[in-house]
C-alpha cells in the first residue's frame, strides 16, 4: 500500500492501491511531506495551527520527485503547480494564498502504473501568516527595496545575513500563483549576525 508521511504525521490508504483520495491535514507552519510508490490520490489540507489566520504558502518539491503531479484546490477548480511533464525547473518555489484560513493541495499520482517501481513524490511546506485585518498579500510588496528600519530589523532577529541579486521574479497572476527560483539568486556577501540584546 502507498504510504505518505508528513512531519511526523503518518498516513496509509486503506482503498488498496489506485483507489480512492486519502486525506492528510497538516496545521504546522512549516514540514515536509513524503510521499512512497504514489497510487491515487492525497488531498492535503494546511492551515496555521488552530487561529485560522490566512497565510502565504510556498512549496517545492524534492529534488527526485516522481510518479505524482500537484494541484492547487481553486474555488472553482484544480490549479496546476507542479508536474514533472510541465517543463518548469524543479527547484522553483511554487507560492499561492490561503482563503479562509486554509489552502488544499491535490497531488494525484501521475500513472496507473502496475510494477512496483519505487517512486518517490516529496515536498517541503512553509506558511507565513499575512497580517490580521490587512489586505490580500502583493507579490510586488517583496520586491519594493527594504527601509533602513526594516533592514535594521531583519538584521538583529536573523540567524543568518547575506547580501546578493535577485535576478528574476516570474508572477502567474493568472493562476493566483507566484514562482520564484532559487537559482536566479546570487549571494554576494554573507554577514554574522552581530546584534546584542539589551
Given amino acids: 500500500m502507498p504510504e505518505a508521511r508528513a512531519s511526523g504525521l503518518s498516513t496509509t490508504a486503506s482503498d488498496g492501491p489506485g483507489r ?21 490520490a492525497l488531498r492535503v489540507l494546511l492551515r496555521l495551527g488552530a487561529s485560522g489566520r490566512d497565510f502565504r504558502g510556498c512549496v517545492k ?6 510518479g505524482a503531479r500537484i494541484f492547487l484546490e481553486g474555488p472553482r477548480s484544480l490549479v496546476p503547480l ?10 522553483l518555489v511554487r507560492c499561492f494564498q490561503s482563503r ?10 501521475a500513472t496507473s502504473k502496475t510494477d512496483f517501481t519505487k517512486e518517490v513524490a516529496s515536498l ?6 499575512l497580517p490580521r485585518g490587512g489586505s490580500a498579500y502583493d507579490p510586488a510588496e517583496e520586491c519594493r527595496p527594504c527601509s533602513e528600519e526594516e533592514m535594521a530589523h531583519a538584521f538583529c532577529t536573523s540567524d543568518l545575513v ?37
Avoid: M
Fill in 20 to 40: 480512492g483520495v486519502t486525506p492528510v491535514y497538516l496545521r504546522c507552519s512549516q514540514g515536509h511531506l513524503e510521499w512512497v510508490y504514489p497510487r491515487g
Fill in 124 to 129: 517541503t511546506y512553509d506558511l507565513d501568516a
Fill in 162 to 198: 547575506t547580501r546578493g541579486i535577485i535576478r528574476a521574479i516570474e508572477n502567474k497572476d493568472e493562476l493566483e500563483v507566484a514562482r520564484y527560483s532559487e537559482n536566479n539568486k546570487t549571494v554576494e556577501t554573507v554577514y554574522r549576525r552581530q546584534c546584542v540584546s539589551g
Fill in 100 to 109: 479562509g484560513g486554509q489552502a488544499a493541495l491535490y497531488v494525484e499520482a
Fill in 61 to 66: 518539491v524534492g529534488k527526485n520527485f516522481g
Fill in 82 to 91: 507542479f508536474s514533472v511533464e510541465d517543463g518548469a525547473p524543479a527547484q
